[in-house]
């Protein structure tokens, strides 16, 4: 070698520096609105010990956190609670969707629960199950880890790219026919319904 | 015990008893609803009302009314229970609030009002409680598909290049 490195020296890339530093101090987001909340507990809990994998540093607050983990079902009232947590996480941030629920409803098909919160927030990993267990979320947190080495940059390029959302489709084609019948006939009777029951707020919207 | 005979001489005979098992049911028109609930409160000590429901009775065997309302009584000192019902009708399915009986029927009726789209007059706050208020439907009427008008679709997306 021509020029040697002194001892204690070696170079790299500043991308994979920061890319080896980010996916070994992830901090989650946990969102757990259901059963799969429990496994998440649980995973961090010392039998299966998160903090192995440096990722034990729950906060409360997402302005602190680089990783949602999307534990449960979301209901329709709820949606808008979730894409508000996402937007105030500071990036780099990824998301994990954890159990059948998040990922695409699950047994809930119904009129109220998002069927996948990937259709309406990025998702990185997918974790399967009803609720999975504590191995398997552990699994996603060393698969995201792995995706964050490969293809993190400082400047955070990567997520520039994903500009179009990664879910299923987004209506059966009942569904869009039931919203195009809704929608023709205006909900008539609801809003007659509405006023005289004294509806100050949300009457107004549907005219 | 409360007996049915009292109460139909002073409302007339349009009461109706009936039993299930250990439930004793009394079906009342809806104009009698609210006379006969203050009657059963103030004079036979029913002082809870542990539940109120509806349930919608569409295409349901041998219906004549669309809705039934179930308030469902406890005399807390007596440890006696009486079921009574009434019956409401589309377009306009009304009852009077039992809000000045029962301080626990606020959110009960704030529900029922959510869920079947049943109007309570003289409550103080007839809003809906679990669905988003811009929601515009009443979910567990019948006639409302199980999977929605697409309420549950109809959200911005967020890309990563948006975020």
Sequence with gaps: MAVGLPENVFMTKLDAAASWARSNSLWPMPFATACCGIELMATAASRHDLARFGAEVMRFSPRQCDLLIVAGRVVMKMLPVLQRIWLQMPEPKWCISMGACACSGGVFDTYAVVQGVDRFIPVDMYVPGCPPRPEQLLAAVIDMQAKVRRTGTVMGKEFMARDTPMGPEPFESEERYRIQDANLVQLGGFSAAMTSAGMKRGAGNHG | ?163
């Excluded at chain 2, 009342?28 to 609210?34: E, N, R, T």
Aim: charged share 30%.
């Design chain 2, 1 to 163: 015990m409360v007996e049915l005979s009292v109460l139909q001489q002073r409302f007339g005979i349009e009461l109706v008893e009936s039993t299930f098992r250990d439930n004793r049911r009394i079906d009342v028109p809806a104009a009698k609803l609210f006379d006969l609930l203050s009657c059963l409160k103030s004079d036979h000590g029913f002082n809870t009302l542990i539940d109120m429901t509806a349930v919608d009775y569409l295409e349901y065997e041998g219906a004549t009314d669309r809705f039934g309302v179930v308030y469902m009584l406890l005399d807390v000192f007596g440890g006696e229970r009486v079921i009574v019902r009434t019956a409401v009708n589309l377009p306009d399915p009304k009852l009077p609030s039992v809000y000045s009986l029962w301080r626990g029927a606020d959110w009960m009726e704030r529900e029922v009002f959510d869920m079947f789209g049943i109007v309570f007059d003289g409550h103080p706050d007839l809003r809906r409680i679990l669905m988003p208020e811009e929601f515009a439907a009443f979910p567990l009427r019948k006639d409302y598909p199980l999977k929605g008008r697409g309420e549950r679709h109809n959200f911005p997306v967020i890309t990563r290049a948006g975020s």
